[in-house]
């Protein structure tokens, strides 16, 4: 039960909502003359840390700090490793669409191409796995039966296998492991954005496979130094993740303490 509340303890834990809480909290003491110092620190402190989260130059250095870095993948390696199976991570879907028709967000799009790639490149079969996510309502499709038909449609590739029951980063893993087990399979080529890799490798692993991590989606600096300081949506979008991923490390671990 717990775990469908899941999405909104980390909506509300992450920035920006935990800071707007924080710039509410302030405000609310600035009201008592005893707590009146305490409320405009608290104000000062929130604002600050939501301009400096906001800045692509802060989200590329917390990523450096908080997670793993994992090589590129090229197709030697690829080769070389022997997997059976090239697995990609879903990253979500969009749904409510005019037409009606589900349609991939961009993180599984990038995921689905590069995938793509590497199974043009090696002739390794691909699985796909993504349920519906613990907010999403049942009665779209599920993220793998819509990426099975846009890289029929789209890139003219069939993907081999599909788990569609998944709801999360484990449960991919765990689902996966039933599905490749059964044919034989142990070591896989992993696809998903950098900034989830280390989590994923760790949550497959934990199932059972040895992997050949292939990130991709690497957050990046542009060359204009000064504009990496100017918040942005984009910078705050990047803050968020990196510090999602690094509360999710952290349960594991706990976890596994």
Excluded: C
Excluded at 133 to 162: M, Q
Excluded at 242 to 256: D, N, P, Q
Aim: avoid cysteine; glycine fraction near 8%.
């Amino acid at each position: 039960m717990l775990a469908q509340f899941k999405p909104y303890l980390t909506a509300l834990i992450m920035p920006p909502a935990s800071l707007l809480l924080l710039l509410v909290l302030g405000w609310l003491m600035l009201h008592s003359k005893k707590r009146m110092v305490w409320g405009k620190r608290l104000i000062a402190l929130g604002a600050l840390s939501l301009a400096l989260l906001s800045s692509n130059k802060a989200a590329f250095w917390l990523n450096e700090q908080l997670l793993p870095a994992y090589p590129m993948t090229n197709v030697n390696d690829a080769l070389n490793f022997k997997a059976g199976a090239i697995v990609l991570l879903g990253g979500g879907v969009e749904t409510d669409l005019p037409d009606g028709v589900a349609q991939l967000q961009t993180a599984t799009l990038d995921r689905l191409r590069y995938g793509v790639y590497l199974h043009r490149k090696t002739a390794i079969p691909l699985l796909f796995t993504g349920g519906k996510g613990w907010g999403a309502s049942n009665h779209f499709e599920s993220e793998a039966d819509v990426t099975f038909r846009v890289a029929k449609e789209v890139f003219g590739v069939d993907i081999k296998w599909l788990e569609a029951e998944s709801r999360d980063t484990q449960e991919n893993a765990e689902n996966t492991f039933k599905i490749l087990h059964a044919e034989g399979i142990s070591k896989i080529i992993l696809v998903t954005h950098s900034w989830h890799m280390p989590r994923s490798v760790k949550q497959f692993e934990a199932a059972g496979f040895e992997v050949l991590p292939a990130p991709m989606g690497q957050m990046t600096l542009s060359s204009a130094e000064l504009l990496q300081w100017i918040p942005s949506a984009q910078g705050l979008k990047n803050s968020q993740t990196v510090l999602r991923e690094k509360l999710a490390l952290l349960i594991l671990s706990l976890k596994a303490s």
